[in-house]
């Protein structure tokens, strides 16, 4: 999807997700090949609501809300996205695949939940998630801006990314492999808490340092940890 593209997605996308009963998912956008997405600094691709007029011309009803369509769904594929704005979704982007994920300098934005990630080696870097993740009607809850779950996480890769509204955390789960952990505008979290606040049902909100892996946490690097982790002491 070139620079300067305008995607726009409509409700009854119909999107159902594995924590409801079922292992596939139906939605706005189904990735099971590669998503490449090539926006540039001055030249974004945005995906927002049909009912969105700021971009694209005049379309749907002019009033555009959170959960307006599905978001975007890689499920066995890869993605790619570099500057890219994904505003109005229920879930921005949600990927469970053992294929890449890169995702650098973009922007989410309105979104019920939160940029749910597991995948090997994901890349996070420079984005920023803004009014994201706050409880939709009848809910209590609130997500995390960033959920990232992986059997191989290179934490020097999840780097320079900030959120804001909901809960602002980038939460992380699975094992690290050797890496070094440096500051992001938003803090790191853990704890099993996460797992009630993901599309995720594998996300367990535990990180692990295998015997033989070195975790550098870098000075100035906030990690917050909530409850529930299932933590057994010795």
Known sequence: ???????????GG??????????????SM????????????????????????SVGGTTGSGSQATGDWAGIFVLGGSIDATYAT???????IWAKTTNPVVLQNDVFANDAYGVDIDSPGPVLQGNDAMNIGSPPAGSSYYYPAYAVSSSSLDLGQITANS???????????????????????????IGGDFFNYTLDSNF???????????????????????????????
């Open 14 to 27: 119909g999107c159902i997700l594995p924590k409801q009963g079922t292992p596939t998912v139906s939605c």
């Open 163 to 189: 959120a804001s509204g909901g809960e602002p955390v980038i939460a992380i789960s699975g094992t690290v492999i050797t890496s070094t952990m440096t500051p992001n505008p938003a803090p790191f979290a």
């Open 204 to 234: 367990a909100g535990n990180l692990d340092v295998p015997s033989g892996v070195t975790l550098t946490i870098a000075a100035g690097t906030v990690v917050k940890g909530s409850s529930g982790g299932g933590c057994i002491l010795p």
């Open 1 to 11: 999807i070139a620079a300067g593209t305008v995607v726009k997605g409509s409700s």
């Open 30 to 53: 189904s990735v099971e090949g590669t998503l490449d997405v090539t926006g540039t600094s001055t030249s974004q691709v945005i995906f927002t609501s049909l009912n969105d007029n």
């Open 86 to 92: 994904i505003d109005w979704a229920t879930a921005p």
